[in-house]
């Protein structure tokens, strides 16, 4: 199983060289213009020359993106809960959460700033009212699945209500809580950079809306690589601390969480 394990990742790192490689060539064999589409060849040598001045960009929009999504987790929890448990919270608050989380977000990013100013809290409040719906569907969903006879019979032993929730309900939904960790923490990002395109000097976002401006497209590429780093680094943070928690709920090695 080892074996097979190392090999399954060798050619999932194949495939992605092989993806990086083919998109060179490509540009290479059609010359590709670098304000179309430049080659990742450049946009690496881009990220290292410019990196002393990309880093405190990274910092602003990784604490950024960090401080909305710890809001959102917190936030979603909560209303998770309270759906879960309460068929009235359900059937009042599901329906004005799936409007909100219908409205794009960069029509909010105007309010927040009208009420907050620019800067970094309408970045914070961006990344926290676009990743924490995910939380609150899969929070809901997991207490909803607990089954009747076991509530039953814990009521039946003595139990209240806070006691299935605490010791049954949300050890059950932690599966789905990790499973909406990892898509939360995508959108964390997104609703992060999209503000600091909008409303903000500071921030990978901003550099990109600048570096396009300026016609400089191997920086804005080398935004996306930054942004797309983090992302897959945080996911596999998330992952390998879902599996030290929930590895009594994982039957297959390849099921991936959506």
């Not at 499973?179 to 999209?194: E, P, Q, T």
Request: aromatic share 12%; proline share 5%.
């Amino acid at each position: 199983m080892f074996g097979i394990d190392i090999r399954q990742k060798a050619w999932s790192a194949g495939l992605i060289v092989l993806f990086f490689v083919a998109w060179e060539l490509f540009c290479l064999m059609t010359g590709m213009s670098d304000l179309v589409l430049p080659r990742p060849s450049q946009v690496f040598v881009t990220l290292v020359q410019r990196f002393p001045v990309l880093w405190p960009h990274i910092v602003q929009t990784l604490a950024t993106t960090m401080f909305g999504f710890v809001l959102g987790v917190a936030l979603g929890v909560a209303l998770g809960a309270i759906i879960g448990v309460s068929k009235t919270a359900y059937d009042t608050c599901y329906p004005l959460l799936i409007g909100f989380s219908s409205i794009p977000k960069v029509a909010v990013v105007p309010i927040f700033v009208l009420w907050f100013g620019s800067g970094t809290v309408p970045a914070v409040l961006t990344a926290l009212s676009i990743c924490f719906f995910p939380i609150v569907v899969n929070i809901a969903t997991g207490l909803a699945t607990t089954e009747p006879e076991l509530e039953d019979v814990l009521k039946a032993l003595g139990a209240s209500k806070f006691d299935i929730l605490w010791n049954v309900g949300l050890p059950r939904t932690m599966p789905f809580f990790f499973a909406s960790l990892k898509v939360a923490i995508s959108y964390a990002f997104v609703g992060a950079v999209l503000s600091e395109t909008v409303a903000s000097n500071r921030g990978i976002g901003n550099v990109m809306m600048t570096a396009s401006s300026n016609f400089n497209v191997p920086l804005v590429f080398a935004g996306l690589f930054v942004l797309a780093g983090l992302g897959v680094a945080l996911y596999v943070v998330f992952s390998l601390i879902e599996g030290q928690v929930t590895g009594w709920a994982t039957r297959k090695n390849d099921v991936i969480a959506t």
